[in-house]
């Protein structure tokens, strides 16, 4: 049983067009992130939420941006899509000091 | 940025023997946190095995544990008795004081009949 959401999980969008990953949990964790993960590759840290209102960007510089107005909630938003953002977008959650992180199931995403 | 190594891209393991795969990291933190996840060809990424930096055992789940050699910065996965779900990718990372958790670039397991 999923507690941590992500839809769609396939997307073919052409280029040009807006998109939003939506990514939502319920267990209650203060700590959300976005990676995004090319086949066969690692994961890259795009965005992380310490809290409501709080974002910041990760390692790798992506164009994408993100929110968290409630805590459940972590969407992301690309407002062109172009055929470089081809890739999967994984969202995790975690709580407080406590050291796990869980993954949503990923969105996969591919620019035409 | 923290860094995560993985050296081997790919390995092969008959049923039922037991596999280790490396993991070195670098971190200038004295508090750390060290994870293992396995991702199968559904993409999903499953939690495997934690190890805190204090922790003075080595941590153990079922058939995995974790090597971890903290004075060479290495946490080593485990698996032993290895069966054919196991084939999958598996990804070290490492979490430091500001809980951003970083990974390796995986290493891909085939299980062998």
């Known amino acids: 049983e999923a507690d941590i959401y992500q839809t769609p999980r396939y997307l073919v969008i052409g280029t040009g067009k807006k998109i939003t990953l939506e990514c939502s949990q319920t267990?209650?964790?203060?700590?959300m992130y976005w990676y995004q993960q090319d086949p066969g590759m690692e994961l890259h840290l795009i965005h992380y939420?310490?809290?409501?209102?709080?974002?910041e960007k990760g390692d790798l510089s992506s164009e994408s941006t993100v929110s968290r107005i409630r805590t459940e909630h972590f969407p992301l938003t690309l407002e062109s899509a172009r055929p470089s953002h081809t890739s999967q977008y994984l969202c995790?959650?975690?709580?407080?000091?406590?050291?796990?992180?869980?993954f949503g199931a990923g969105s996969r995403l591919t620019v035409l | 940025a923290q860094k995560i190594t993985q050296t081997q891209p790919g390995m092969f393991v008959q049923e039922k023997e037991a596999v280790t795969l490396d993991c070195t990291y670098d971190?200038?933190?004295?508090?750390?946190?060290l994870f293992w996840y396995k991702q199968p060809s559904s993409g999903e990424m499953i939690f495997l095995i934690y190890q805190g930096s204090y922790d003075e055992q080595n941590a153990t789940e079922g058939r995995y544990s974790l090597n971890f050699q903290k004075a060479r910065k290495s946490a080593n996965l485990v698996i032993s008795a290895s069966q054919l779900g196991d084939s999958a990718m598996y990804f070290c990372a490492m979490r430091p004081n500001d809980y951003k958790l970083s990974f390796g670039a995986g290493t891909t397991v085939t299980v062998r009949a």
């Open positions: 939420s310490y809290g409501v209102n709080s974002t």
């Open positions: 995790a959650s975690s709580l407080g000091g406590a050291n796990v992180l869980t």
């Open positions: 971190t200038s933190d004295q508090s750390y946190g």
């Open positions: 267990m209650g964790h203060d700590k």
